[in-house]
């Protein structure tokens, strides 16, 4: 009768380590199996679309996303930074944004976005590269001592300034408007970097 207890509780033992070897082998092959699916680090420096998820942005707030080896903001406006582009225009190089290499045709109007809230823009200022810093703050800044200043993006290495639309200030050394990049919806709470709305 001992007998029978320890051959059962070993075939026990031998069905649940044969198991947990069996599940440990498919998590295995299951694991870089389901990482293949992604673009790899060469297929993203190449142009391989990038989704972002936009549902928790917060009007005012921005991300940064990696596309091809660059920064991309994403910044969800609120209504009133939206309805200040227009009052920028004096101020700016190109307010309409005449240099079409700038942005895709599908990009129009002074928000320079597909959906008036939304901007997406490449993170690199146009004059030598640097990445501006995010400064939506409203008044006086160690860039503009005036308090004119009403928010957007500002370059550290050598002064550049942008509004939230990525246009470029008059008086500054970038001489074009920051770039936006091909992009696309892929829902109300997704976009694709990379993808051209028209190609949707």
């Known amino acids: 009768m001992s007998s029978d207890g320890v051959n059962s509780g070993r075939r026990r033992f031998l069905t649940v380590a044969t198991s947990a070897v069996g599940v440990a082998g498919a998590v295995g092959i299951a694991v870089p199996f389901v990482q293949s699916w992604n673009p790899s680090a060469r297929a993203r420096a190449a142009g391989a679309p990038v989704k972002a998820d936009i549902s928790k942005l917060e009007p005012g707030q921005m991300v940064v996303v990696e596309w091809r080896g660059k920064p991309v903001y994403v910044m969800r406006r609120t209504p009133e930074q939206v309805e200040d582009l227009a ?4 101020e700016l190089k190109d307010p309409d944004s005449a240099n079409e290499d700038q942005q895709p045709a599908y990009i129009t109007g002074i928000d320079r976005s597909i959906k008036p809230d939304l901007v997406v823009l490449v993170g690199l200022c146009t004059h030598l590269g640097c990445a501006p810093k995010f400064r939506p703050e409203v008044g006086a800044t ?34 074009d408007n920051l770039l936006v990049p091909p ?18």
């Open 87 to 90: 009052s920028l225009n004096a």
């Open 142 to 175: 160690e860039f503009s001592t005036d308090g004119s200043w009403r928010g957007g993006f500002f370059c550290p290495c050598h002064g550049s300034t942008f509004d939230f639309a990525g246009r470029v200030f008059s008086g500054v050394p970038a001489s």
């Open 183 to 200: 992009y696309s919806y892929e829902n109300d709470d997704v976009i694709v970097i990379g993808v051209d709305q028209e190609a949707v």
